[in-house]
């Protein structure tokens, strides 16, 4: 992971920096590489990866509105934070999809609450699995499993590309896969929330309905509260 930080107020960056080195010093996590610039036109230029961004939008210069924009474009996975201490910047700033805003003067317990949600959704996007078959193992990105749905021994994972039958079981997959972003709607069924269409008390749609996956009716409460916080953190 490369968190990217832009603002022209070196004094700002300093302390956005020693906030994340903190952040990451209490969860008992190495610190990921943290890169500084202070200028659109030096963040634009840059090659490295941009995995978490924070990004101020009153620059001299290129400013964050046009940086973000350029930004989002070449690099559509990057998760932006916006910087600003003016809300009539924020309409603009929606355009490119931001994550979410920080407000001058930092408040540093809200960054940190933004912060796990955003490397949340990192993780889930890059960690990958391992799908045994009886034909051999197959590696794919946690991201792109759709579902995986038990019908008696047989187990399938149903990911965006194809479909597999996993000799593990269903307790494997529940203690394998990202908290964050999946949830066992029933006994049969492990679901993707990046995937939900739509669903009522006991039948949820995922992936354009190609896949149908049971809810378990004393879980529909739970499960709409979950889908909706989950779509409050990766609001674009």
Not at 90 to 112: G, I, N, T, W
Not at 171 to 177: A, S
Request: with cysteine.
């Amino acid at each position: 992971m490369r968190i990217v930080l832009c603002d022209d107020d070196k004094a700002f960056v300093q302390q956005l920096d020693k906030a994340l080195q903190e952040y990451f010093q209490e969860i008992h996590t190495k610190c990921p590489e943290i890169a500084c610039f202070y200028s659109g036109e030096e963040l634009l230029a840059d090659t490295g990866a941009k995995d978490i961004v924070f990004l101020d939008i009153e620059m001299n210069g290129i400013d964050g509105i046009c940086a973000g924009s350029v930004l989002k474009k070449e690099n559509p996975e990057s998760i932006i934070f916006i910087i600003t201490s003016y809300a009539e910047y924020l309409d603009e700033a929606m355009r490119f999809h931001v994550f979410r805003y920080l407000s001058k003067p930092l408040d540093k317990q809200r960054l940190f609450r933004n912060l796990r949600d955003a490397v949340s959704i990192y993780m889930a996007s890059t960690v990958k699995v391992a799908i045994e078959t009886k034909e051999g193992v197959h590696t794919v990105l946690a991201s792109k499993i759709i579902a995986v749905q038990a019908q008696g021994r047989k187990v399938t994972v149903h990911t965006v590309g194809e479909d597999y039958q996993s000799v593990q079981n269903m307790r494997y997959w529940t203690e394998t896969l990202c908290e964050n972003c999946f949830y066992q709607t029933h006994r049969s069924f492990i679901v993707n929330m990046e995937y939900v269409d739509d669903f009522d008390h006991t039948v949820i749609s995922l992936c354009q309905n190609r896949l149908r996956a049971y809810l378990t009716r004393r879980k529909y409460r739970e499960f709409k509260a979950v889908y909706l916080l989950y779509l409050e953190s990766t609001r674009k």
